[in-house]
């Protein structure tokens, strides 16, 4: 199968089923066209997924489909962004079409959940590699980034911690991947989290006019809590206690389920400061969807319980060129 056919074949009607009234020229000229609507900010952002680094050899490929793209619309969750449309670099040892088949079907049914037209990309042969491009719009000026948060404000999370990073120790070995397996319903759980994370988008569409900083969960949340700290030169204070933990993780992790919520990541819920005051007059619904962990104090560091966390790689996440010791 030649390059042009595999776009056609089974790229072409992603974009034929998940049209967005945005995308103007999609797939098939030599760039798309999107319109912006007036008084509004184009957010764009692009995650690249390797294989053997990103995700397993061997992953099966829709869920793959469904990962590449939730990683990236993560970020616009993260930043209040109105989702619209995303491309596609796909690079491919072969064009095997069961492969090709089963990641447009993962791929599909990601854009129709998260509401993302398919807009381009291209195709070439090489290691499995997949770098999407994801488009959001907000309103000006109204982009939720990570400067903003202020002494006294709250910390709030999303959803449960750690239950995708703990779902590495679950995944089949290459060995084991077209057998039956017998998976116990904790262990389907968070496996589940990892195979299909929830881009919070519309939380984060929510919180727009309410946080004052926000980032997503993708390197666990001390990590990317600090990036929050660093770009608006604070500090924290976390209560451990306070953590949302599922079930599930609790009784598969004991008394470690902690830390995996701490530093796991793959998770992609929301992390957000919201000033106290924003927080008591916020709908119960939105509230419901959160929980307050800690608070932003002046002084810079990040606290544990009143215990400082020592800078450096538990508090920065992960480096694809730092030296292993």
């Excluded at 595999?6 to 798309?32: E, N, T």
């Excluded at 990683?71 to 962004?81: C, E, F, H, R, Y």
């Amino acid at each position: 199968m030649g390059e042009f056919e595999l776009i056609r074949q089974y790229f072409m009607p992603l974009a034929r089923l998940h049209g967005s009234s945005s995308v103007i020229v999609g797939p098939g000229d030599d760039c798309a066209v999107q319109r912006v609507p007036p008084g509004s900010d184009l957010v764009f952002s692009i995650d690249t997924l390797v294989e053997g680094v990103h995700f397993p050899v061997g992953y099966r490929p829709d869920y793959l489909g469904w990962r590449a793209l939730a990683v990236a619309a993560s970020d616009l969750a993260a930043m209040g962004a109105e989702p619209g449309c995303f491309t596609l670099a796909l690079t491919l040892p072969e064009a095997d079409e069961l492969w090709l088949r089963d990641f447009a079907f993962g791929l599909g049914n990601a854009a129709e959940s998260f509401g993302l037209a398919i807009a381009g990309g291209d195709t070439t042969r090489g290691p499995l590699t997949l770098s999407v491009q994801v488009h959001g719009v907000v309103e000006q000026g109204c982009a939720i980034r990570r400067t903003g948060a202020r002494a006294g404000d709250l910390i709030v999370v999303s959803g449960s911690l750690g239950d995708a990073g703990a779902a590495l120790d679950y995944l089949p070995a290459q060995d084991d991947l077209d057998a039956d397996h017998s998976v116990a319903a904790d262990e389907q759980f968070v496996l589940e989290r990892y195979h299909h994370p929830q881009p919070r988008l519309d939380l984060g569409i929510a919180l727009r006019k309410l946080a004052t900083a926000a980032i997503d969960i993708s390197d666990g949340l001390l990590a990317d809590l600090n990036h929050i700290l660093e770009a608006s030169n604070v500090g924290a204070s976390i209560e451990l206690a306070r953590i949302p933990l599922s079930p599930a993780l609790v009784r598969l992790k004991g008394a470690a389920a902690t830390d995996y919520a701490l530093h796991s990541g793959d998770d992609y819920e929301l992390c957000a400061t919201i000033s106290e005051a924003s927080w008591v007059a916020a709908p119960e619904w939105l509230k419901q969807q959160l929980t307050v962990v800690g608070v932003i104090e002046p002084v810079a560091g990040l606290r544990l319980d009143g215990s400082a966390v020592v800078s450096g790689s538990e508090a920065t996440g992960f480096d694809h060129f730092r030296r292993k010791a």
